[in-house]
């Protein structure tokens, strides 16, 4: 169940940690199984509710989680949770959730939405960090590719504090979402550092799609401008040595050029 493949195969995913698996509830996840460990085990082996002394700086995620797991609640030893928690710190819960079928289609953007496309996006750590800043700068959406994208990896669950969960997300092959996109009337801002058109001077109001692609290659020939939908191609200034920044930076960049155009578009 660590393995990209074998969720895939089974339709279920793995979310460690209390407040993350508060999200995918309030998400509207179905949990199979949430497992507890060291006294909150204990007591829900014996089908009892943690007691106020159990309690840590996140009770009201583990209060949230207690409450709402129902008989998907199973007590387990510490030396389980050791076992099945995800890398070497343990957060006193894992929980299986049967996989979300969240595809274009199950979308619902306002007309005029700000959405965040990761093209070929490989690192977890970094998609996880992506959703963290469309989280945080108010994007309505992510879309990523290829379709085979994983958004519910363990360490991008981790990265992104459950926003993976908490923001609207689909996975989709390029062209199948460029043809979502501009049926909908999106603009397309792909993020090229070949570009001579430098962000302060991008218009991101309105509906639009900004595209960043991986640290690594960029987008290379990917999201080009073709008779069906235009590619505005825009880069970040860059004052230093260094002709690229981190992909998750490079998102929250453009998110908040994108939030503050918005803002003062609206006052």
Do not use: H
């Not at 085979?148 to 990265?159: G, Q, S, T």
């Not at 070949?194 to 991008?202: D, F, K, V």
């Not at 290379?220 to 880069?235: E, K």
Request: glycine share 10%; proline share 5%.
């Amino acid at each position: 169940m660590r393995d990209n493949r074998a969720r895939r195969k089974s339709g279920r995913i793995l979310v460690d940690g209390w407040r993350e698996t508060q999200q995918a509830i309030q998400a509207g996840l179905d949990p199979l199984g949430i497992y507890v460990a060291g006294d909150r085990g204990a007591a829900a082996d014996a089908g009892q509710s943690a007691s106020p002394q159990t309690a840590s700086p996140q009770s009201g995620a583990e209060r949230f989680v207690i409450d709402a797991a129902g008989g998907a609640l199973v007590g387990v030893s510490t030396a389980v949770m050791q076992k099945i928690a995800y890398g070497q710190s343990e957060r006193g819960v894992v929980a299986e959730f049967a996989a979300p079928r969240w595809g274009l289609a199950e979308l619902r953007l306002p007309d005029s939405g700000l959405i965040l496309v990761l093209d070929q996006i490989e690192k977890p750590g970094n998609i996880g960090a992506a959703f963290r800043c469309a989280d945080a700068a108010g994007a309505d959406a992510v879309i990523l590719c290829p379709a085979a994208a994983d958004r519910f990896n363990p360490n991008a669950i981790r990265n992104s504090l459950g926003a993976v969960f908490s923001v609207p997300s689909a996975t989709a092959d390029e062209a199948d979402a460029r043809s979502w996109l501009s049926a909908r009337g999106y603009r397309l801002c792909a993020a090229r550092v070949e570009s001579s058109r430098p962000l302060w001077q991008a218009d991101l109001t309105g509906p639009v799609a900004i595209v960043i692609g991986s640290e690594a290659y960029g987008l290379g020939d990917r999201w080009q401008s073709d008779p069906q939908s235009a590619v505005d191609a825009i880069r970040i200034p860059m004052a230093g040595t260094v002709d690229s920044l981190n992909a998750s930076v490079s998102a929250a960049v453009f998110l908040y050029e994108a939030a503050r155009q918005r803002e003062a578009t609206a006052g």
